[in-house]
């Protein structure tokens, strides 16, 4: 058995996952592998890139495994973030959060299936920003996170709430994200404001 090859395939089968992950069950679905070696080779895989020092790490999240960032690197991500060259929201990240907006709570399958491409970089991209958060999960297999926007993200646009979001005129799918995405890009250019002046303002939590 090939088991860096096997390894290999799980680092991105986990990348592809994305927040949500895998467990080892599906895992062992995939590879056609009994669970409790897919669970091992899990293990060394999140090994293997602690000792090469990776820039992303093998972590576990209620019994499913997600590729997450390497912590110690996160002065790093919160400069990118943060930085003025990436202030501007993205045209995928804008039609990202229309969706969230609009359609709210949802998932990344839906969000992806909505856009016809996938969004995971979006949705960090956003996420990093404070412009939409986890809400809690869906009532489905593997109990997908739901995203929803944040108080930030009213503050960001000047909402008193999400009822105040300008309703499409259109009724088919496409054309009804293109106009949401649309109004809320107008809506940036009435706030004359960036991403790198919006600082968030988080409350203290106990």
Do not use: C, W
Not at 154 to 176: H, T, W
């Amino acid at each position: 058995m090939d088991y860096p090859k096997l390894k290999s395939i799980i680092e991105g089968l986990l990348f592809m996952a994305g927040d949500e992950g895998l467990n080892k069950r599906q895992l062992a679905d995939i590879l056609q592998l009994e669970a409790d070696l897919a669970a091992d080779l899990v293990y060394d895989l999140h090994r293997d890139l602690a000792r090469e020092q990776r820039g992303v790490q093998v972590t576990e999240v209620a019994g499913a495994y997600r590729m997450t960032t390497n912590p110690d690197h996160a002065i790093y991500f919160e400069r990118m973030a943060y930085t003025p060259t990436r202030s501007q929201l993205s045209q995928a990240a804008l039609e990202t959060l229309s969706i969230v907006a609009y359609r709210q709570p949802i998932t990344r399958i839906d969000i992806e299936e909505i856009r016809g491409v996938k969004s995971d970089r979006a949705i960090q991209s956003l996420v990093s920003k404070d412009l939409i958060e986890e809400v809690g999960r869906a009532e489905a297999i593997g109990r997908p996170i739901l995203y929803g926007t944040t108080k930030s993200f009213l503050d960001y646009f000047g909402l008193p709430n999400i009822k105040a979001l300008p309703e499409p005129k259109q009724v088919d799918i496409e054309e009804a994200l293109e106009e949401q995405t649309q109004m809320l890009f107008e809506r940036l250019g009435e706030r004359q404001t960036t991403i790198d002046e919006f600082i968030p303002v988080h409350d203290d939590k106990e």
